[in-house]
């Protein structure tokens, strides 16, 4: 059986460079572009799904319609949950990662990117960008809803759902695309392939492009790789990776 990840395309603050986070932009001209092309890709490449999952954030929303409509199957069920979201980065959303770069020096930006433990600062109750003040969330538990998060609790809200709601229908024979996001999606790669809280920092997902992973009966993997060109591949993820360094 097999599981395809896709990360949304390049976002409006992706472009600027900016912590985005739980922020709700939407996606960037290239982003649409890529996300267009990674449905193309996987229809070329034999792909059909049962069921699709996604965030509360359009930016991944209009990712899988994107990638849907390239494959014509715009009238696939969708799922939608907050727990795909990306991981709120707290009080880091809306600076630029370059200047954060230059202030507080490239390892500590680099820590908050990509630390498995470190929290960013996190927001003030009273701040507007608290998501207990979006409509997005009215339904969801107050008490959830996070100030700032490290990558581990973004695995501990994300890992649980894929396990409870995903895994049962991956064995009953349904085919799963899942959009989100980088740390959303870390946060499942992390899971499907043991990866070490340590090594987890070295992993970058690139924008719009399906990731695919095959596994046995029993849920073992059998494999992974990303579609597409892969020279284009890799220049994405050294793209993200050099997101956080100073200018």
Partial sequence: MKLVLIRHGESVWNKENLFTGWTDVDLSDTGRKEA????????AEGFDFDICYTSYLKRAIHTLNLVLE?????????????KLN??????????????TAEKYGEEQVRQWRRSYSIRPPALDEKDERNPTFSPMFRDVDKDLLPLT????????????????????????GKRILIAAHGNSLRALVKYIEGISDDDIVGVNIPTGVPLVYEFDDDLKLISKGYLGDQDAVNAKMTSVANQGKKR
């Fill in 149 to 172: 998060e490290c990558l581990a609790d973004t695995v501990d809200r994300v890992v649980p759902f894929y396990l409870s709601e995903i895994v049962p229908k991956m064995k009953d």
């Fill in 86 to 99: 990306e991981r709120h980065y707290g009080a880091l959303q809306g600076f630029n990662k370059s200047e």
């Fill in 36 to 43: 267009a092309e990674a449905g193309r890709i996987l229809k």
């Fill in 70 to 82: 390239s494959m014509d199957r715009e009238w696939l069920p969708v799922f939608k949950t907050w």
